[in-house]
């Protein structure tokens, strides 16, 4: 059965970093490409980073310079490491896999339940 497990949200100050943490059961992420998701309080979920089956890695606009993703194999562990955190940051984060992709579709085929990130300015 293929689990994913986030944790490490919390609440932060504007400006302060966070690294989030995704444990994966059940599966091999060679087959899989891993993606970071955030939902907003009435906002539609958008994707945040990516790394594909092929290991290529891509990050939102919003993002890029200040998030970091990476994969520990040998812990079956996804992180995301997030620095200059801004208000607009708040969300639940969810990590996500889907079989044998190049890219990270909105329609992943497993998710975990999320972790909330609250940025405060």
């Known amino acids: 059965e293929v689990q994913l497990v986030e944790s490490g949200g919390g609440f932060v100050q504007a400006g302060g970093s966070l690294r989030l943490s995704c444990a994966a059961s059940?599966?091999?992420?060679?087959?899989?490409?891993i993606g970071w998701f955030r939902q907003a309080p009435g906002k539609e979920r958008e994707g945040v980073s990516c790394?594909?089956?092929?290991?290529?890695?891509s990050y939102a606009d919003s993002v890029k310079g200040r998030f970091t993703i990476s994969i520990d194999k040998a812990k079956n562990t996804v992180s995301l490491q997030m620095n200059g955190l801004k208000p607009e940051d708040t969300a639940v984060y969810f990590c996500?896999?889907?079989?044998?992709?190049?890219?990270?579709?909105?329609?992943?085929?497993?998710w975990g339940k999320g972790t909330l990130v609250t940025v405060q300015s």
């Open positions: 790394i594909s089956n092929l290991g290529d890695v």
């Open positions: 059940g599966f091999h992420f060679d087959d899989y490409a």
């Open positions: 996500a896999a889907d079989y044998m992709s190049s890219w990270c579709p909105n329609s992943m085929d497993y």
